[in-house]
């Protein structure tokens, strides 16, 4: 069974429009949520974190959103840039699990010229 | 810049060979992992490493096994190559996991 779950396998935006990514996770003691970005034929590189005691954090462009009651954390991109398609995974950190993340299935984000 | 090396881009292997993948990061990090990525699964951990020998399994060790007798250096081994483990294998280090891991380019294994 899936802890961390992205239901939107691909998602197009204009250029210039925002980018919301959705992901969802079942178990409560993650206490920390990270997004990586993969392009094709590279290893997946980190983007953004928030810790469970934080709703919001932002870097630039990029900001993740943190629903503790929902379960639900969302990456907002603003404004979305050709060249941010890629694929986006989430992550968890469980509170006892170490350095041991729980990954996404994945959004294949395309952005549009 | 932390640098993770993968041994090899792309891989084919017959079934039942021995296949080593090799992983080498230059930041002296304590912390490895492997995992395998297929498509709509994302990354699924296989093992990781806390530090020198010492080693955990993640969410799917089966038909794998690793090694780690140097700091920078984690290997995976599938013992007897099946087709069902055909995939990309990443291997990713880090020191703190608030800052991430970083990975390497990725290994893609085809079993034949």
């Known amino acids: 069974d899936q802890q961390v779950k992205q239901n939107s396998p691909s998602l197009s935006v204009q250029e210039g429009r925002i980018s919301i990514l959705n992901c969802d996770y079942t178990?409560?003691?993650?206490?920390?949520f990270l997004w990586y970005k993969k392009y094709p034929a590279e290893g997946p590189t980190f983007l953004i974190s928030?810790?469970?005691?934080?709703d919001k954090n932002e870097d630039g462009r990029f900001t993740v959103f943190l629903n503790k009651s929902a379960k639900h954390l969302s990456l907002h991109i603003v404004p979305s840039q050709p060249g941010d398609s890629a694929v986006y995974f989430c992550?968890?950190?469980?509170?006892?699990?170490?350095?041991?993340?729980?990954f996404g299935g994945g959004t294949r984000l395309m952005v549009k010229p | 810049d932390v640098k993770v090396t993968q041994s090899s881009r792309y891989l084919v292997k017959r079934t039942g060979e021995k296949v080593f993948l090799e992983c080498v990061q230059d930041?002296?990090?304590?912390?490895m992992f492997w995992y395998r990525q297929d498509p709509g699964l994302g990354l699924r951990l296989i093992y990781f490493?806390?530090?020198?020998?010492?080693?955990e399994k993640g969410d799917i060790p089966e038909g794998y096994s690793v090694s780690r007798e140097k700091k920078e250096r984690f290997s995976l081994i599938l013992e007897s190559a099946s087709t069902n483990q055909t995939s990309m294998y990443l291997c990713?280090?880090?020191?703190?996991?608030?800052?991430?891991?970083?990975f390497g380019p990725g290994t893609r294994l085809t079993v034949t």
């Open positions: 990713a280090s880090s020191s703190n996991p608030e800052l991430g891991q970083y």
């Open positions: 178990n409560s003691m993650f206490d920390y």
């Open positions: 928030i810790s469970s005691i934080k």
């Open positions: 992550a968890a950190r469980g509170g006892n699990a170490g350095n041991m993340l729980t």
């Open positions: 930041m002296d990090h304590e912390n």
């Open positions: 490493s806390y530090d020198v020998k010492m080693k």
